[in-house]
């Protein structure tokens, strides 16, 4: 069974467009979307599990232009 999360996101200024079009292009990431509030984006990510998950986010996420900080919340069901 597949594990679901959402990743919280503050980006850098100006980085919005590049931005999306590198988190669209990470296949885990189902949808991103552009918010208001304390954070920039949100994304929403499935995986095989937790493990998975946090490699992910390291190793793949995190590099990305763009990203200054983020916050993984995973879904519970």
């Known amino acids: 069974m597949s594990k679901k999360a959402y990743l919280l ?3 850098e200024p100006g980085s919005t ?3 999306i079009s590198d988190l669209t292009s990470v296949k885990e990431v189902v949808a ?3 918010v208001s509030g304390p954070y920039d984006f949100i ?5 095989e599990d937790v493990d998975e998950l946090g490699n992910l986010i390291t190793k793949v996420v995190h ?3 763009g990203i200054d900080r983020t916050v993984t ?5």
């Open 9 to 11: 996101i503050e980006s």
């Open 17 to 19: 467009s590049q931005l």
């Open 32 to 34: 991103v979307e552009f």
């Open 43 to 47: 994304a929403e990510i499935e995986v």
């Open 63 to 65: 590099p990305i232009k």
């Open 73 to 77: 919340c995973i879904s519970i069901e």
